[in-house]
């Protein structure tokens, strides 16, 4: 399953895994669990096994039949890092992004550590493509060690989605951070983001020279409250990790 994205700062969604387990507060409202759980027992849907963890072979090779560069939220409903998807599947993920080069590829993980240690091994210290842009999760300040993981990664296209952000994460240290993006919760039971908290990551990045992106303040629905923060729209972009052929696409 494969589709275009209504999300704001990518094109597309590709899910060689669906499904995944809670691994902190971030997890507790899962829009990804709320959709697929609607589905569970239904014969032959998609989700048929609800949020239920699983692997997709045969979903492997879309990215390879989409001829237009496209960038592309890799599992948008799972986390490509969960401790139960054998490495092996991982990599198979891993050699089909490499092969479609012309994509932009966006990994985004809760589970740090696991994803620190996979791109060591894979690349034995090189750097990782261009065109792989990796991400963590990162909710409170309780969980801001995801950073530090991932600054760990030899890559120059590190982002972090602050999203759902449910505190203050402080004073953060986002250098080597290419892209901050920054959203409230949405569905029926969406807890609020305080303008401070939104405000703080705001500054950190104008001090570290990271690109910021104001997604939501979020609500029942994601549009609920608009995406102005102090008056204004932020669309950070990292454009200078962009590479070419999705750059000629995107100013054209």
């Known amino acids: ?54 692997a997709w072979p045969s979903r492997l090779e879309q990215p390879v ?13 799972s986390d490509l890092f969960h401790k139960e998807i054998d490495r092996t599947f991982i990599d198979r993920v891993f050699d089909v992004m490499e092969r479609t080069d012309w994509h932009v590829f966006q990994v985004l993980t809760k589970r740090s550590s696991l994803m620190r240690n996979y791109i060591r091994a894979r690349y034995d210290g090189g750097s990782v493509p261009r065109h792989i842009w990796l991400g963590v999760s990162v909710e409170d300040s309780a969980h801001v060690k995801r950073i530090s993981h991932l600054k760990a990664v030899n890559s120059e296209a590190r982002f972090i989605s602050f999203e759902p952000l449910l505190g203050n994460v402080g004073d953060v240290d986002l250098s080597t951070i290419a892209w901050a993006i920054v959203g409230g919760e949405s569905g029926p039971n969406a807890r609020p983001m305080e303008e401070e908290w939104a405000v703080c990551i705001k500054h950190v990045c104008e001090r570290d020279g990271v690109e910021f992106f104001f997604k939501q303040w979020g609500g029942p629905r994601p549009k609920s409250n608009g995406r102005r923060l102090e008056g204004m729209e932020w669309n950070g972009f990292p454009w200078k990790i962009v590479p070419a052929p999705i750059l000629e696409r995107l100013t054209q």
């Open 65 to 77: 039949r989409w001829r237009e560069p496209r960038m592309i939220f890799v599992n948008s409903m």
């Open 1 to 54: 399953m494969a589709q275009k994205s209504e999300i704001e700062w990518t094109d597309a969604t590709w899910n060689p895994v669906t499904g995944c387990t809670k691994v902190g507060p971030g997890c507790d409202n899962c829009y990804a669990e709320r959709f697929a759980e609607r589905w569970r027992g239904v014969a032959g849907h998609p989700y048929e096994q609800g949020f239920d963890l699983r």
